[in-house]
């Protein structure tokens, strides 16, 4: 038992400092003209151990978006030195701003990750993953008509949510978490 955890935790400092490397790079170059070996040079790892971990880097720059929503969206949130999120979020606003909130810790890697070539890769992860939270959560959809196709509504609140989240970068985060989240809310009646 205790050996499966210090493994556990070896293996999380590697992905770490994977992550690290990547958005290391990332100040430097854009994300298409990023190699796997400047990763594993940067990262400080061997190329076995690197594809040990992720097959592409495409798949890690997912693995950077998946880890946001694994704690945004886990069953046992923690209080953070930024924001405290203990409780579950009750509304999609209150998700959005705990999504905001994490990407504005990680505003440095992030910004270099939503602005270059790699944002659009970054956020079709991101979409795919806010639409899945929707579809298993439709306590975040408003109460709109029952006339209104699932899926259309579905498209509609995953893409207001990510183009949100696109507006807030290119404005380099400069407006709160608790601002961004509260015009969300303005422009989509119900996602209270």
């Not at 070896?10 to 992905?15: A, E, G, M």
Request: charged fraction near 30%; glycine fraction near 2%.
């Amino acid at each position: 038992m205790e050996e499966n955890r210090k493994t556990d935790r070896r293996r999380q400092k590697t992905r770490d400092a994977i992550f690290r490397a990547l958005a290391s790079l990332l100040k430097k170059k854009n994300f298409s003209s990023i190699t796997v070996q400047e990763i594993i040079d940067e990262a400080n790892v061997g190329r076995t151990t690197f594809y040990s971990h992720f097959e592409t880097k495409d798949q890690l720059l997912e693995a950077m978006c998946q880890s946001i929503f694994d704690h945004v969206l886990s069953d046992h949130p923690k209080k953070e030195s930024s924001h405290d999120f203990s409780k579950k979020p009750d509304t999609l606003a209150e998700v959005l701003e705990h999504v905001l909130y994490h990407l504005r810790d990680e505003k440095e890697e992030m910004l270099e990750i939503l602005l270059t070539d790699s944002a659009d890769l970054f956020l079709s992860y991101f979409s795919e993953n806010v639409r899945s939270l929707l579809k298993e959560n439709p306590k975040y959809l408003p109460a709109y008509s029952s006339d209104l196709p699932k899926d259309y509504l579905l498209d509609m609140m995953t893409s207001g949510i990510v183009e949100t989240v696109r507006w807030w970068v290119k404005h380099r985060m400069e407006y709160s978490p608790e601002q961004v989240a509260a015009y969300y809310e303005n422009m989509v009646p119900g996602a209270t």
